[in-house]
């Protein structure tokens, strides 16, 4: 059974930083994408940036580059996601998901419809 977990949310100050992680076990395939989404509520679930199987970092909105930061730990099979700079619209939850590499695919990965395997989040709140 694939399991994803996020830790690592909390409360914290407008512009501290903060770092999440994700770890995914059970899952038997050698390569695999992992990703990080956000979500308000009353909001769709959005893409913030995922670690491709080929170890490739993209990020699913062009500002996030300034303050985001994903890294990944293949043998480890971690993900983590440093947020710099916090600010109060960075407040969400936010996911962390996995999944296989589609046959002939060579898009980008940010949609939640390309994930199969999904944590239950992990909350992060910016106070001003």
């Known amino acids: 059974q694939v399991q994803v977990a996020e830790s690592g949310g909390g409360l914290v100050q407008a512009g501290e930083s903060l770092r999440l992680t994700c770890t995914v076990s059970?899952?038997?395939?050698?390569?695999?994408?992992m990703a990080w989404f956000r979500q308000v509520p009353g909001k769709e679930r959005e893409g913030v940036s995922y670690?491709?199987?080929?170890?490739?970092?993209?990020y699913c909105v062009e500002s996030m580059k300034a303050r985001f930061t994903v890294s990944r730990d293949p043998i480890e099979k971690i993900m983590y996601l440093q947020i710099h700079s916090l600010v109060s619209e960075d407040t969400a939850m936010y996911y962390c998901?996995?999944?296989?590499?589609?046959?002939?695919?060579?898009?980008?990965?940010?949609?939640?419809?390309?994930?199969?395997?999904w944590g239950r989040g992990t909350q992060v709140t910016v106070s001003s």
């Open positions: 059970g899952l038997k395939a050698e390569h695999y994408s």
């Open positions: 670690v491709a199987w080929t170890n490739d970092e993209h």
């Open positions: 998901a996995a999944a296989l590499p589609r046959p002939g695919y060579i898009g980008v990965y940010c949609s939640v419809s390309d994930y199969a395997y």
